[in-house]
Nanobody
C-alpha cells in the first residue's frame, strides 16, 4: 500500500551537507514512527535517526547527534534527513522505512525504500 522513495543522495566532500527526502505514496501515511537507516559496504544496516509521525519526538544514533536532523511534513507525507558536517564514514546507502511503534531496530520497520547513495569523499 504505502511506498517509500528516497532521494537527495549524492557525492559530497567531507564537511559538506546533504538533505535526503523520503516521500510516501499510495494510501495516506499513518505510521507511528519513520526512520532513516544506512548500510555501508561490508556492514549491517544501522539506525541513523527516527521521528514519531504525529508528535515529532526524535531519536538519533550517537554517530548522528549534533550533525543530522530528522524532520517531517505530515501534510506532504514526506520526511527528511538533513546531514551536516559529513564524514567519509557516513558513506552508505541510506534507506527510509516505517514502524508501528517506537523502535530503532531495523527488524521492526517496514515499507523500505530502495535507498539513495551518499558518498562522502575525504
Amino acid at each position: 500500500q504505502v511506498q517509500l522513495v528516497e532521494s537527495g543522495g549524492g557525492l559530497v566532500q567531507a564537511g559538506g551537507s546533504l538533505r535526503l527526502s523520503c516521500a510516501a505514496s499510495g494510501r495516506t501515511f499513518s505510521a507511528y514512527m519513520v526512520g532513516w537507516f544506512r548500510q555501508a559496504p561490508g556492514k549491517e544496516r544501522e539506525f541513523a535517526a527516527s521521528i514519531a509521525w504525529s508528535g515529532g519526538t526524535t531519536l538519533y544514533a550517537d554517530s548522528a547527534k549534533g550533525r543530522f536532523t530528522i524532520s517531517r511534513d505530515n501534510a506532504k507525507n514526506t520526511f527528511y534527513l538533513q546531514m551536516n558536517s559529513l564524514k567519509p564514514e557516513d558513506t552508505a546507502v541510506y534507506s527510509c522505512a516505517a514502524a508501528s511503534f517506537w523502535s530503532r531496530e531495523p527488524r521492526h520497520y517496514r515499507n523500505w525504500g530502495q535507498g539513495t547513495q551518499v558518498t562522502v569523499s575525504s
